[in-house]
């Protein structure tokens, strides 16, 4: 038999129960591992606590929890990289096609930089 060593991070904003919970752990040495593994016991023999079978990820709600995160992200991004940037403007008589274009990136530059939504 091997031994099967793991590592957990665990996030303030996330799991500040269990940070709080391993923070009251003695600190010598295997007291956490030990703890850890007694609650783990514990928790897959008592079938209440157990994780069914086939349970679904809620998958859309934590996009929806992450999109604003995202955005924000991406805004901040697009705005560092534009800061600086020369735009050269159309001579006039330039190709319409560049003008719908043109009108495309600054319909998508409106859209990346609005703050009010």
């Not at 038999?1 to 996330?14: E, Y």
């Not at 956490?32 to 593994?37: D, G, L, N, Q, V």
């Not at 330039?94 to 009010?116: E, F, H, K, T």
Request: aromatic share 4%; no cysteine; glycine share 6%.
């Amino acid at each position: 038999m091997t031994i099967k060593p793991i590592l957990l991070r665990f996030h303030p904003d996330f799991d500040s129960d269990i940070i709080a919970w391993l923070n009251n752990v003695p600190d010598y040495r295997g007291a956490k591992a030990s703890e850890i593994k007694e609650k783990l016991r514990s928790a897959l023999s008592d079938p209440g606590q157990s994780v069914q079978p086939g349970a679904v990820l809620d998958a859309e709600s934590l996009l929806a929890d992450l999109l604003p995160a995202i955005r924000k992200a991406v805004e901040l991004t697009v705005r560092q990289e534009l800061e600086g940037l020369q735009v050269a403007t159309l001579l006039p008589g330039s190709n319409p096609a560049d003008d719908r274009i043109d009108a495309q990136l600054d319909r998508l530059g409106d859209l990346l930089l609005d703050d009010d939504e």
